[in-house]
Structures are given as structure tokens and as C-alpha cells.
């Protein structure tokens, strides 16, 4: 049988480990990279038609500027 005081000790070590991990994952660049999650999230099931359309915008604005 687990003793409490070593059931609390691993308890309180995996907490810690817990809490280390989730400090860094919401690191300096947390709401950047959220957003670059979104942004993948919309267009990576629509892929083909997103490269279709920006290949209509850069022929379109080749053809403005010439």
C-alpha cells in the first residue's frame, strides 16, 4: 500500500510538471500561434481552392501592373 505522504509527494511532482508545461505552452507567442492555428484551420480543408484563388489574384495583379 501507497503511504499518503508519498501518494501527496508524487502528487504534488506531477502537478508541478503540469503547471511547467501549460506556463510554457502560453509562452510570449501563445496569441500569435493561436491564430496561426485559426488561420490553418480555415483554409487547410479548402487548400486547393485557396491556391486557385490566390493564383487569380497574383495573375490579376501582374496583369494591373503591366
Not at 506531477?14 to 484551420?41: N, S
Not at 491556391?51 to 497574383?58: I, K, N, R, S
Amino acid at each position: 500500500m501507497i503511504s499518503t505522504t508519498a501518494f501527496n509527494s508524487a502528487y504534488r511532482s506531477d502537478l508541478r510538471q503540469q503547471l511547467q508545461q501549460c506556463a510554457r505552452a502560453r509562452g510570449r507567442l501563445h496569441r500569435l500561434r493561436c491564430m496561426v492555428e485559426a488561420f490553418d484551420a480555415l483554409l487547410a480543408p479548402r487548400f486547393v481552392t485557396t491556391l486557385g484563388a490566390m493564383t487569380v489574384l497574383v495573375m490579376a495583379s501582374l496583369a494591373l501592373l503591366s
